[in-house]
Nanobody
């Protein structure tokens, strides 16, 4: 099982970035796909989640600005981030849950300058 995340970078306040995560090696159905983030000195927090039936969840801090999408045929999950703020600066991790087991990508840095 492997998750490969990409798309991070440096952007100014108000800018946009799109993160992508490609998963491979899954033998069983995927239950959820999501994105977490971890800022220095803080815990890893859930940002957005999409279920196997397309239901989505967003943290209050990103509602209306971020959009999660998943392609179950390709086992990919993306996070479109608009109107970025300095407080969005963090390492972003994709996560996939399959049969109750969680798998993580390697993390991609997002830095928003003020």
């Amino acid at each position: 099982v492997q998750l490969q995340a990409s798309g991070g970078g440096l952007v100014h306040t108000g800018g946009s970035l799109k993160l992508s995560c490609a998963a491979s090696g899954f033998k069983f159905d995927i239950n959820t796909m999501g994105w977490f983030r971890q800022a220095p000195g803080r815990q890893r927090d859930l940002v957005a989640l999409i279920s196997n039936i397309g239901s989505t969840y967003y943290a209050d801090s990103v509602k209306g600005r971020f959009t999660i999408s998943g392609d179950r045929a390709k086992n990919t999950v993306a996070l479109q981030m608009n109107s970025l703020k300095p407080e969005d600066t963090a390492v972003y991790y994709c996560q996939i849950v399959s049969r109750g087991d969680a798998y993580w990508g390697q993390g991609t840095q997002v830095t928003v300058s003020s």
